[in-house]
Nanobody, 125 residues
Framework: QVQLVESGGGLVQLGGSLRLSCAAS????????MGWYRQAPGKERELVAT???????NYADSVKGRFTISRDNAKNTVYLQMNSLKPEDTAVYYC???????????????????WGQGTQVTVSS
């Protein structure tokens, strides 16, 4: 089975930085784009940033200029460098893999999207 495991979350003060990582493991054949989403208490999950295999990126307006997404295709890992953090960035951050192909036993499987379990980011003022 495939797992997406996020790490790097925690508590940081206003203006601080954190770097999130998400490593995909398992019998992975290919992953298309990868992305980060976040969900604050009482709010819907929202897109933070995405990155394709050719390193084309897309960011939510609220994080442009502060967050940087990157990936290591060989390691099936995506990163999110978060600078100048604000209290409104407080949320659970989720990693997502798009168009995931992997083996389950001898069967080739496909998932349009596949999620990690999330990591908490808290920014104090």
């Amino acid at each position: 089975q495939v797992q997406l495991v996020e790490s790097g979350g925690g508590l940081v003060q206003l203006g601080g930085s954190l770097r999130l990582s998400c490593a995909a493991s398992g019998s992975i054949v290919s992953i298309n784009a990868m992305g980060w989403y976040r969900q604050a208490p009482g709010k819907e999950r929202e897109l933070v940033a995405t990155i394709t295999t050719s390193n084309m990126t897309n960011y939510a307006d609220s994080v442009k200029g502060r967050f940087t997404i990157s990936r290591d295709n060989a390691k099936n890992t995506v990163y999110l460098q978060m600078n100048s953090l604000k209290p409104e960035d407080t949320a659970v951050y989720y990693c997502k893999a798009y168009h995931l192909r992997y083996y389950s036993g001898s069967s080739l499987r496909y998932n349009y999207d596949y999620w990690g379990q999330g990591t908490q980011v808290t920014v104090s003022s």
